[in-house]
């Protein structure tokens, strides 16, 4: 801490990139959960709503430490809960570069959170409830987000990944119950495809998840649907206990 007083009283730039990725010392600060390190540096007018080359903004870090004091500093300090739209740099397979539209919203990250007051917080703020968000909560198993987020009206059948996954066939496949359990509850689509067109109960029962199962034929799936193949999800699941 000494050092960084002395740095800024000096002068050093408070908003310097510190390594190849251009993180700023305050990204440095948030990230560890350094309190009094953010508080100085915010002092010193450090950007709030910087963001280094991956597009990681200072917010993300200060909500990915999990410290609700951190969140609260960058918040008063002026960072944005709302999503930004940057513009992504990277490389073609020839080595030219290629520049993409990017959209930052913090609530994907607070909805990873076990704690969420920071999640309650940035909707109340008018954060926007993504549907990513559902699905980042899904992978976490955490209930409580998911219900925060589908009370906010937030996407709940959106698809993720190479895979198409919604939400509920994640939390099918990979027997996250309480998940599922939120997301049956908000009303989830029970019969939506994934790219390959499996259900969610295809999937839970194609990988022998019995209690994901259970889950979704209470909730009434339907199991006539069929696959690719041909098989319905009842067939699926008969011959998953054979």
């Known amino acids: 801490?000494?050092?960084?007083?002395?740095?800024?009283?000096?002068?050093?730039?408070?908003?310097?990139?510190?390594?190849?990725?251009?993180?700023?010392?305050?990204?440095?600060?948030?990230?560890?959960?350094?309190?009094?390190?953010?508080?100085?540096?915010l002092q010193a007018k450090a950007s709030v709503n910087a963001k280094d080359r991956q597009g990681t903004?200072?917010?993300s870090y200060g909500i990915l430490s999990g410290?609700?004091?951190?969140?609260?500093?960058?918040?008063?300090?002026?960072?944005?809960v709302k999503p930004v739209k940057w513009k992504r740099e990277s490389y073609g397979d020839d080595g030219s570069?290629?520049?993409?539209?990017?959209?930052?919203?913090?609530?994907?990250?607070?909805?990873?959170l076990n704690d969420t007051r920071i999640l309650k917080y940035i909707l109340e703020k008018g954060g926007a409830a993504d549907g990513e968000a559902v699905f980042v909560a899904t992978q976490n198993d955490n209930a409580a987000a998911i219900e925060i987020l589908a009370a906010a009206k937030a996407d709940l059948n959106g698809v993720y990944g190479k895979n198409h996954f919604t939400?509920?066939?994640?939390?099918?496949?990979?027997?996250?119950?309480?998940?599922?359990?939120?997301?049956?509850?908000?009303?989830?689509?029970?019969n939506k495809k994934d790219r390959v067109g499996f259900t969610a109960?295809?999937?839970a029962a194609l990988y022998r998840k019995a209690d994901?199962?259970?889950?979704?034929?209470?909730?009434?799936?339907?199991l006539n649907v069929k696959?690719?193949?041909?098989?319905?999800?009842?067939?699926?699941?008969?011959e998953a206990k054979e």
């Open 1 to 41: 801490m000494a050092g960084l007083q002395k740095a800024i009283k000096i002068g050093a730039d408070s908003n310097i990139g510190c390594n190849e990725d251009e993180q700023t010392p305050l990204m440095f600060a948030a990230q560890r959960g350094d309190e009094d390190a953010v508080k100085k540096l």
């Open 227 to 238: 696959s690719p193949q041909g098989k319905t999800a009842l067939r699926i699941t008969l």
């Open 57 to 59: 903004f200072v917010l």
């Open 201 to 203: 109960v295809m999937g």
């Open 212 to 222: 994901a199962v259970k889950l979704l034929i209470e909730a009434k799936a339907n």
């Open 97 to 112: 570069p290629v520049t993409s539209d990017a959209v930052y919203n913090p609530i994907v990250e607070a909805a990873a």
């Open 167 to 190: 939400p509920l066939i994640s939390a099918a496949r990979e027997n996250r119950l309480k998940a599922l359990k939120a997301l049956i509850a908000a009303g989830a689509d029970l």
């Open 67 to 80: 410290k609700w004091s951190i969140f609260e500093q960058l918040i008063k300090a002026g960072a944005s």
